[in-house]
Nanobody, 123 residues
Framework: VQLVESGGGLVQAGDSLRLSCTASGRTFSSYVMGWFRQAPGKGRDFVAA????????NYADPVTGRFTISRDNAKNTVYLQMNSLKREDTAVYYC?????????????????WGQGTQVTVSS
């Protein structure tokens, strides 16, 4: 499966942004989907994940209450709605696909990755 992220950009603290990740290839609904991010000089961190049918979601503590992951299987797309953005949210955001049954937080569980989209939050 090929994954392409979009929607990144430069915003101010407190603003909102919605990232999209569109998949092609095998059946999108077969995959758990996740979002990860990598800040400059740091490793890649889990952000959020969603089950195949969207019934189960999992969030990292720093984004809980501010970010929402969702998916539209008819459009082969997963979204990350980011509200109340902070400077520390600045990172390259990656979407990933996983054949596990439940949303995973561990990077190595994911089988396919997009190339990432840059999100920069200024104060």
């Amino acid at each position: 499966v090929q994954l392409v992220e979009s929607g990144g950009g430069l915003v101010q603290a407190g603003d909102s942004l919605r990232l999209s990740c569109t998949a092609s290839g095998r059946t999108f609904s077969s995959y758990v989907m996740g979002w990860f991010r990598q800040a400059p000089g740091k490793g890649r961190d889990f952000v959020a994940a969603i089950s195949r049918r969207g019934l189960s979601r999992n969030y990292a503590d720093p984004v809980t209450g501010r970010f929402t992951i969702s998916r539209d299987n008819a459009k082969n797309t997963v979204y990350l709605q980011m509200n109340s953005l902070k400077r520390e949210d600045t990172a390259v955001y990656y979407c990933a696909a996983d054949l596990n049954l439940t949303p995973q937080r561990i990077e190595t569980e994911y089988d396919y990755w997009g190339q990432g989209t840059q999100v920069t939050v200024s104060s």
